[in-house]
């Protein structure tokens, strides 16, 4: 009962600061540091996690730096405001994701399990130089950095498998 309890609470906590995270972008678009760093960073998301991907993209820049690019393929869920907003981000695009071209089991599969649908969005892109594919909820610390620079030239997936952190679709798939 009260591991229920304050999973609600933290859930409610984690929605005021959100709201609050996005009402203060605005300033944060107008002190975007100059730091670069040599890679590119791709991630998957749609409208329901707006917030988190915008906190994943700022985590990484004000403690890592400006990826060359951050291409973030969307779920096709988000709104035009919201796509907007992103597209603010210095090197940040976005990606409809196109599944006409997949086999019709493949593309049943992908629409059935969201999951399926971003591996196979990811095993399509062709690095360039270092890639990071990242779900839209990672969290990126200043000590990444040292860690980027024994990345090869590739694709690296980021995972968040930890069971520390209240994403609700994870939480509700393994229940403590």
Not at 19 to 43: H, M, T, Y
Not at 53 to 82: C, H, M
Request: proline share 4%; with cysteine; aromatic share 16%.
């Amino acid at each position: 009962m009260l591991g229920r309890f304050q999973r609600r609470f933290a859930k409610y906590q984690a929605g005021k600061n959100k709201s609050s995270f996005i009402k203060g972008l605005p300033l944060l678009l107008q002190n975007i540091p100059a730091r670069k760093v040599d890679c590119d960073v791709v991630s998957f998301s749609g409208a329901k996690y707006f917030a988190d991907q915008l906190y994943s993209i700022f985590s990484f820049v004000y403690n890592v730096g400006r990826p060359v690019s951050w291409k973030v393929f969307n779920d096709g869920t988000y709104t035009s405001e919201q796509k907007q907003f992103l597209l603010q981000v210095p090197g940040v695009s976005i990606c409809d994701v196109d599944t006409s071209g997949f086999d019709d089991d493949i593309r049943a599969a992908c629409e059935q399990f969201p999951t399926l649908k971003k591996m196979v969005i990811f095993q399509q892109i062709e690095p360039v130089r270092k890639t990071i594919l990242a779900d839209s909820d990672i969290i990126f610390y200043q000590s990444f950095g040292q860690y980027l620079q024994y990345f090869e030239t590739g694709n690296h997936y980021i995972v968040d498998e930890s069971s520390s952190y209240f994403d609700q679709d994870y939480l509700s798939a393994h229940p403590t």
